[in-house]
C-alpha cells in the first residue's frame, strides 16, 4: 500500500454494482423501497449500452412494436417518459442528464460514478465488502452492503466472488432447445460500435485514413448497406411478422437492417480467443478500423447512395452483447420462451426474439449475421433466475442472470433488462426488511410480486390481489364510458390481447369527465396512485435511428392525461384535493399525510395531451 494512498469506507444495506439500465432501476427500486443503497458505476454517465457513449436505443418485449401492449412499465418506463417530454430532439447530453437527475433526486440513493470494482471480500459464502478505485478523486473505497446485486454486464462482481458460470452454447442434450447446436461450443456474439451520419444536402468527401479494415462487396453481399440488398434475417415463424420491411422468401419473412443514418449493428466482432472480456481492448482496436472502413466502402467504392452524407460521431466504446452466463437456481431456456412460459415465482418477462448473431461477426462474410426465432406472445422469467446459486447475498440481473445461451439470446435486450433490475432491487430491500437472504425471499413471493404490480410492473398471468388496496372492493361510475369505468378494478393496468382494460370515456366535456369510486366502508386514505394510459403501441425511446424517430411522435403520448383533479369524499364534501397540470407519466402517486376520512375517490380529467377521451387503467388507494 502506497503512503499517498486514500481510504474510505462506507456502509450500505444494498449495493448495486453496474450502471446501466439493468444497475440504474435495481438501485432506484431498492431505495424507493426503503433501503439505503449504494450504485457503484465506472463510466463518467449512466445507461450502459444505452448512455451517450454507446447509443443503443431500448429494445425490449414488444420487438419493435409488432407486439402490441408489451412495452416494459415501471421504473424504466417512468424514465423514458421523462425523457420524452424534455428531449423531443433525441439529445443524448440531454438524455444523460434525465438519467443522473433521476438518481439524483431520489432519497436513499447514493452514487459513485467514475468508481471501478476491482476485488470482492467475503466471509462464508456471503460478500462481506467490495474494494473500489474512483479514478477522478484517486480514492481507494470499500463499501460495505448486506446485499449485493451484480449489473455489470460481465458479471465482474460475481466473478471475483466465485460465483459459477458458462459461456459458450449448451448442446442440444443438455436442455433439448430446438436451436441448440449438436455439442456444446464456447460461441459468442460480438461486440460492437455504432456510428451516426447526417445528409449535409451535397457531396461530402471522405478522405480513407490509412489504418482502415478495407471491404469488398463480397464482404459484405449478406450485410444489407446502403441502398444495396437488404440484409434478410429468417424468422422460424413465420405466423409472427418480423419488424420493418417485410419480405416472403421460402415462407418465412424477413426485416431489413439500420441505414446510413444509424449505423450497422453487424459491425460485430467477438474476439479469437477463449475469452472475450480479455480480448476487449484488441476488439474495440479491430472495431475502429471497421467501422471507418465500412464507410469508406460506402462512399468511394460505388454507388451506395452515401455520396451527401457526412460521418457526425463514431462511438469508441463497443456495445457488449454476450460474455458470462451466471447460474441460479434455475435456468431460463428456450423451451420456455418459445411455450410463452408462467412461471409461479415470475417477477419479469420478455418477448424480443431468440436473437442469436453469428460466432466470426464480420469475420464471417458467407453467413448470415443473425439467425432469428420469432415467437407469438410474451414469457416470464422466474426470480430463481437472479439469485445466485453460491453466494448467499448475491443477486444477479441483466444479461448475466441464469439462463441458457439461446435464452440469453432474447432476456438479454435492455427492457427486458431493466425490469429484472426492478425487480431484484425491490427484493433486496425486502431482504433487508426482513432480514433475510435473498433465496428466502422465495417464500414470499406473492408479497414481492404485488409489489412489482403496485409500483407498475407488468407480469403476465398476475393480477392486483394487493389486500391493502382498499379501491379493490369498491364501486366504480364515470360521467361517460366508451369502456366501462369498472374496468380501472380489474387488476391489470394495460389492454391485453383478448381485452380492453381501462375506463374511457366519450369524449371530454368542458368541465371534464369524471370517474368516481364508492368505497366499501369509510377509510382514512394517505395515498391514491392512478395509472393513466401512455399508450404502449407507440414508441418513446431514445434513438439515433430516422427510422425509429419517424415511429414517434412529438411530446409526450396523446392518451396520456395532462390535467386533472383527485378528490376524497366524505358525504358528498371534500375531505381533501389535489390538483395536477401538466402530467406526463403513466402511474401518479398522490399522498395525503393528514390521511382523512372518505368514503369515496372523485377523479375529473379536464385535459389530455391530444387524445380526444379521457383514459383510466388502475385506482388504487391505500390506508
Known amino acids: 500500500m502506497g503512503i499517498r494512498s486514500k481510504w474510505r469506507d462506507e456502509a450500505f444495506d444494498v449495493v448495486v454494482v453496474g450502471g446501466g439500465m439493468t444497475g440504474l432501476c435495481a438501485a432506484l427500486a431498492s431505495a424507493r423501497e426503503g433501503a439505503r443503497t449504494a450504485l457503484v458505476q465506472d463510466r463518467s454517465v449512466l445507461g450502459g449500452n444505452a448512455s451517450s457513449e454507446i447509443r443503443m436505443h431500448i429494445c425490449g418485449a414488444d420487438a419493435n412494436q409488432f407486439k402490441r401492449n408489451a412495452a416494459e412499465t415501471g421504473i424504466i418506463h417512468e424514465i423514458m417518459l421523462e425523457n420524452k417530454a424534455r428531449n423531443d430532439y433525441y439529445n443524448y447530453s440531454i438524455w444523460d442528464s434525465t438519467l443522473l437527475q433521476t438518481v439524483y433526486r431520489q432519497e436513499g440513493l447514493t452514487l459513485f460514478l467514475n468508481t471501478s470494482m476491482h476485488d470482492a471480500e467475503l466471509e462464508g459464502d456471503a460478500i462481506k465488502r467490495i474494494v473500489c478505485y474512483q479514478g477522478t478523486t484517486e480514492t481507494n473505497l470499500r ?46 456474439m460480438g461486440n460492437t460500435l455504432l456510428f451516426k451520419a447526417v445528409n449535409r444536402g451535397h457531396p461530402v468527401p471522405f478522405r480513407t485514413p490509412e489504418w482502415v479494415r478495407h471491404f469488398t462487396e463480397d464482404d459484405l453481399k449478406l450485410r444489407g ?29 424477413a426485416f431489413d437492417c439500420y441505414g446510413l443514418d444509424y449505423g450497422y449493428w453487424w459491425i460485430e466482432l467477438p474476439g479469437k480467443g477463449p475469452d472475450i472480456i480479455d480480448e476487449y481492448e484488441a476488439i474495440r482496436d479491430e472495431l475502429v478500423r471497421c467501422v471507418y472502413g465500412v464507410w469508406d466502402h460506402l462512399k468511394n467504392s460505388g454507388d451506395h447512395g452515401a455520396e451527401n452524407y457526412d460521418l457526425e460521431w463514431v462511438g469508441m466504446l463497443p456495445g457488449i452483447r454476450e460474455s458470462r452466463r451466471f447460474m441460479g437456481d434455475y435456468i431460463l431456456t428456450e423451451n420456455d420462451i418459445l411455450s410463452n412460459r408462467i412461471f409461479p415465482d415470475a417477477v419479469a418477462y420478455g418477448g424480443w426474439p431468440v436473437d442469436n448473431h453469428t460466432a466470426g461477426g464480420l469475420d464471417d462474410k458467407d453467413v448470415m449475421p443473425s439467425t432469428v426465432r420469432h415467437f407469438p ?35 438479454r435486450v435492455m427492457g427486458t433488462c431493466s425490469v429484472g433490475g426492478q425487480a431484484a432491487g425491490t427484493a433486496a430491500a425486502m431482504c433487508v426488511r426482513y432480514g433475510c437472504l435473498p433465496r428466502e425471499i422465495g417464500g ?29 372492493r369498491a364501486r366504480a361510475e364515470a360521467s361517460s364510458q366508451k369502456h366501462s369505468a369498472a374496468n380501472v378494478l380489474n387488476g391489470v393496468s394495460r389492454d391485453t390481447e383478448d381485452a380492453v382494460n381501462c375506463w374511457e370515456s366519450e369524449g371530454l366535456s368542458p368541465e371534464g369527465e369524471v370517474l368516481t369510486l364508492h368505497l366499501e366502508q369509510p377509510a382514512k386514505l394517505s395515498q391514491v396512485r392512478v395509472t393513466f394510459d401512455s399508450n404502449l403501441n407507440r414508441s418513446i425511446k431514445i434513438t439515433l435511428s430516422a427510422k425509429r424517430i419517424a415511429q414517434q411522435q412529438v411530446g409526450p403520448p396523446a392518451e396520456l392525461v395532462r390535467d386533472y383533479e383527485l378528490r376524497l369524499l366524505r358525504g358528498g364534501e371534500t375531505a381533501a384535493a389535489r390538483r395536477v397540470e401538466g402530467n406526463y407519466q403513466r402511474l401518479n402517486v398522490l399522498d395525503f399525510p393528514d390521511a382523512p376520512l372518505c368514503d369515496a375517490i372523485e377523479l375529473r380529467v379536464t385535459a389530455t395531451n391530444g387524445y380526444p377521451n379521457a383514459r383510466v387503467f388502475e385506482v388504487r388507494a391505500y390506508g
Do not use: W
Open 444 to 472: 414470499r413471493m406473492g408479497e414481492l410480486q404485488q409489489r412489482l404490480l403496485r409500483n407498475d410492473c407488468y407480469l403476465p398471468g398476475f393480477t392486483n390481489q394487493d389486500a391493502a388496496d382498499l379501491a379493490r
Open 225 to 253: 448497406h446502403g441502398n444495396h440488398q437488404p440484409m434478410l434475417l429468417f424468422a422460424t415463424d413465420a405466423a409472427c411478422p418480423a419488424p420493418g420491411k417485410e419480405e416472403e422468401g421460402e415462407g418465412k419473412k
Open 377 to 411: 406472445g410474451l414469457y416470464t422469467i422466474p426470480y430463481r433466475c437472479y439469485c445466485s446459486g453460491k453466494v448467499a447475498n448475491l443477486m444477479q440481473a441483466g444479461r448475466i442472470l441464469s439462463a441458457s445461451k439461446l435464452a440469453m439470446a432474447s432476456s
Open 143 to 188: 463499501i460495505a452492503g448486506k446485499v449485493f446485486i451484480d449489473c455489470t454486464g460481465n458479471g465482474t462482481l460475481s466473478y471475483f466472488a466465485g460465483a459459477d458460470y458458462r459461456t459458450g452454447s449448451e448442446g442440444k442434450a443438455e436442455f433439448q432447445e430446438p436451436d441448440a447446436p449438436d455439442q456444446p461450443n464456447n460461441n459468442r
